[in-house]
């Protein structure tokens, strides 16, 4: 079982930057994959970010956020840049135990945060 806590997202000017973080209880962080997902008003959940050996990116992000972990700290972050308006969304965290699926879906996923709220103004 783990437990995933969402932190960090806020409201930012367009061009401005934030970093999320999704602390993980639980003592086997470092076997799990972790991604980040968002969820815009009236539009169904999509990939934003995962991180397994190497990191992947959806195309929409892609040179903007970076995905990152840190095992000792149990924690993933997302730091994102040059924020646009179109990237205000309930931003998730995840973990998925398995690294056969297709990581971009949700369904892949076992662990869900609660969810961090980003808004970009224009």
């Known amino acids: 079982q783990v437990q995933l806590v969402e932190s960090g997202g806020g409201l930012v000017q367009a061009g401005g930057s934030l970093r999320l973080s999704c602390a993980a209880s639980g003592q086997t962080f470092s076997s799990y994959v972790m991604g980040w997902f968002r969820q815009a008003p009236g539009k169904e959940r999509e990939f934003v970010a995962v991180?397994?050996?190497?990191?992947y990116y959806a195309d929409s992000v892609k040179g903007r956020f970076t995905i990152s972990r840190d095992n000792a700290k149990n924690t993933v972050y997302l730091q994102m840049n040059s924020l646009k308006p179109e990237d205000t969304a309930v931003y998730y965290c995840?973990?998925?135990?398995?690294?056969?699926?297709?990581?971009?879906?949700?369904?892949?996923?076992?662990?869900w945060g609660q969810g961090t709220q980003v808004t970009v103004s224009s």
């Open positions: 995840a973990a998925s135990a398995s690294r056969s699926f297709d990581l971009t879906m949700s369904s892949s996923y076992d662990y």
């Open positions: 991180i397994v050996r190497n990191t």
